[in-house]
């Protein structure tokens, strides 16, 4: 069975630091791979994605993440955050087992909430 | 604009009552997926459809029923067996393997 982990449920940073959200996975066939972000009371937003090719993938907001088959990993990166990216971020992988076009169930990790500060 | 709306954005029930959650989508995704999302418990899954007219129980189903009527429509309603109901509930729909597209939630609160 797939399973996602974010090994951190909470992370506090200052203003203008990097930042890393980690996110390995298990999986015994082929993923694609996801990081959401929600803000408060509001649904997940779905923030970049990796389905093949470059395994670095970026956001229109400056963050990143790479993927590492090697170490089943999926970790999200940016160089200088902001106090807007406060949020909370979901790792997910889809399971490609699905019913043809019908499938893609997404394995969510816990969620590692972001607190940017001042 | 494509998008999934759920409605209410705020919904109160009394001890005993049942109530039912509105999702609908136009993005003509074939997949639609209710999640309860509960502080520090990520999201879990409650019901899933991938067609019309069948769906299948996800982790969470206990006090909780779907139908699947129209392609547009996966309402939810939340019973008087659902013991503990209070949470913030997810849609999402999707088509293929390329992830969700996530309403923007429904509160529910006991009173």
């Known amino acids: 069975a797939q399973s996602v982990t974010q090994l951190d449920s909470q992370v506090p940073v200052f203003e203008e630091a990097p930042v890393e959200l980690r996110c390995n996975y298990s999986?015994?066939?082929?993923?694609?791979l996801f990081w959401y972000v929600q803000y408060p009371n509001q649904g997940l937003q779905l923030l970049l994605k990796?389905?093949?090719?470059?395994?670095l993938v970026e956001s229109i907001n400056g963050f990143e993440a790479e993927f590492n088959k090697s170490q089943t990993s999926f970790h999200l990166r940016k160089p200088s955050v902001h106090i807007s990216d406060t949020a909370e971020y979901f790792c997910?992988?889809?399971?490609?087992?699905?019913?043809?076009?019908?499938?893609?169930?997404?394995?969510f990790g816990q969620g590692t909430e972001l607190s940017v500060k001042p | 604009d494509g998008g999934i709306t759920q409605s209410p954005k705020y919904l109160f029930r009394k001890e005993g009552q049942n109530v039912t959650l509105s999702c609908e989508q136009n993005?003509?995704?074939?997949?639609m997926y209710w999640y309860r999302q509960d502080p520090g418990q990520g999201l879990r899954l409650i019901y899933y459809?991938?067609?019309?007219?069948?769906?299948q129980k996800g982790d969470i189903a206990e006090g909780y029923s779907v139908s699947r009527e129209k392609k547009e429509s996966f309402p939810l309603t939340v019973t008087s067996a659902q013991k503990n109901p209070t949470a913030f509930y997810l849609c999402?729909?999707?088509?293929?393997?390329?992830?969700?597209?996530f309403g923007s939630g429904t509160r529910l609160t006991v009173v």
């Open positions: 997910a992988v889809s399971d490609l087992r699905g019913r043809g076009n019908q499938g893609g169930k997404l394995i």
């Open positions: 999986s015994s066939v082929s993923v694609y």
């Open positions: 990796y389905l093949s090719g470059s395994t």
């Open positions: 993005l003509n995704h074939d997949a």
């Open positions: 459809s991938q067609i019309v007219n069948d769906f």
């Open positions: 999402a729909s999707n088509q293929g393997f390329y992830g969700y597209t």
